[in-house]
Structure formats: C-alpha cells, structure tokens
T-cell receptor
Framework: DGGITQSPKYLFRKEGQNVTLSCEQNLNHDAMYWYRQDPGQGLRLIYYSQIVNDFQKGDIAEGYSVSREKKESFPLTVTSAQKNPTAFYLC????????????FGPGTRLTVT | KNQVEQSPQSLIILEGKNCTLQCNYTVSPFSNLRWYKQDTGRGPVSLTIMTFSENTKSNGRYTATLDADTKQSSLHITASQLSDSASYICVWVKNRDDKIIFGKGTRLHILP
C-alpha cells in the first residue's frame, strides 16, 4: 500500500447522512485520485487533483465532493445526493499525472443502509 | 463496450501450474499499459508497466507481453502459488490526455 493511508477500513452510515473518507500520503506526490470499485466493474474515477487547491471531476463525480488544501491530504465526502453510495473506495497518488505510476491505498468499504 | 477487455473473467488452477491472462484494448494510441494485482479487500499493487515500444517485461514469476499491432497484452504467471489468488487488472494509460482506463479484472483462484 506504499505511503498512502485510508481511514477507516470499514464505514457504516444511514441513508441521508454525509460521510467523509480520509486519504493521506507521505510520498510527496502532486497528483491524487479517488476511485470507486463495484463488484464486476473496473475502477471508476470520481475526482482527481493535480496540485494543491485544484481538482477536477472524473467520470462519476455526481453526489461526491473533495478538497485539496494540503499536498498530502485528499478527503472525499459522499453526500446524501449520491444515489448508490455503498461501494469500495480507493485513493491513489502519483508523482504528477497519468504518466507516472499510481500507488493505491488499502481502501475504505462504505455501507449505507 | 468496455475499451479494455480482460479474459477470462475468472480462472481456477492448481498450485504449481502456469496460467495466462488476456487483455484486449480498443483505444489507441497509448503511452503505457500496466498490470496490477489486487488482493481481496485491498488496494491494487503494480506488477508491470510497459510502454508502447516494449513487448515484454518481467517481475519475478510474472511476465507481461504486449502486441501493439493486435492491441493485446497478456500476463503469464509461472509456477503459481496460493498467494497468487487475487484479481489481476489491466490498465491503459494515455499521458497526453491524462487518461487512465481500467479493465474489469480477472479473478484468479489457486487451489492446493
């Protein structure tokens, strides 16, 4: 899992509540990413950030929000607007953009009931 | 249709046997093609990264090949071990567009 940590490992929430997933890296990487993984699906990009205080929507950004106030941190908030939030969430970082190898965190499994 | 297709979807083999996983992609050109190993409930870990000019790369018992003409890549695992039980994900990358496309993965089960 390299120098990327995600917490918590498991998270349970009631429908209608917002929840924030933590992602921290000590690799001094500029770029950070959030992916969602569902059974039988490839990883899908939610948001990514190439530099502090800047981020872009990925393919499935609706119902999610992020911030990048510090280089080492890229928290993801799953809002009540996300219709199907139960999934495995993976954070990744790379030195800069897609040209560089991505390192993934251990993931957070979110269950919303 | 997914732009990165992997086959088979799942595979069961006996410990000690070899196996080959396939990845076909329809998008081009690309900058590099990657293979990751993902243990259940964990994040993916990089196995190999090949640029479009490379046609083979090894990492221990793992050997990836790339045929840019036919847009196919394969991951060969030699002398499989129980710890090889995992999902293997093929990833297409285009640097210029900062585009990364993940395959759905092949789930490999190694039986003792």
């Amino acid at each position: 899992d390299g120098g990327i940590t995600q917490s918590p490992k498991y998270l349970f929430r009631k429908e209608g509540q917002n929840v924030t997933l933590s992602c921290e890296q000590n690799l001094n990487h500029d770029a950070m990413y959030w992916y969602r993984q569902d059974p039988g699906q490839g990883l899908r990009l939610i948001y990514y950030s190439q530099i502090v205080n800047d981020f872009q929507k990925g393919d499935i950004a609706e119902g999610y929000s992020v911030s990048r106030e510090k280089k080492e941190s890229f928290p993801l908030t799953v809002t009540s607007a996300q219709k199907n939030p139960t999934a495995f969430y993976l954070c990744a970082s790379s030195m800069r953009g897609a040209a560089y190898e991505q390192y993934f965190g251990p993931g957070t499994r979110l269950t919303v009931t | 249709k997914n732009q990165v297709e992997q086959s088979p979807q799942s595979l069961i083999i006996l410990e000690g046997k070899n196996c080959t996983l396939q990845c076909n992609y329809t998008v081009s050109p690309f900058s590099n093609l990657r293979w990751y190993k993902q243990d259940t409930g964990r994040g993916p870990v990089s196995l190999t990264i090949m640029t479009f000019s490379e046609n083979t790369k090894s990492n221990g018992r793992y050997t990836a090949t790339l045929d840019a003409d036919t847009k196919q890549s394969s991951l060969h695992i030699t002398a499989s071990q129980l710890s090889d039980s995992a999902s293997y994900i093929c990833v297409w990358v285009k640097n210029r567009d900062d585009k990364i496309i993940f395959g759905k993965g092949t789930r490999l089960h190694i039986l003792p």
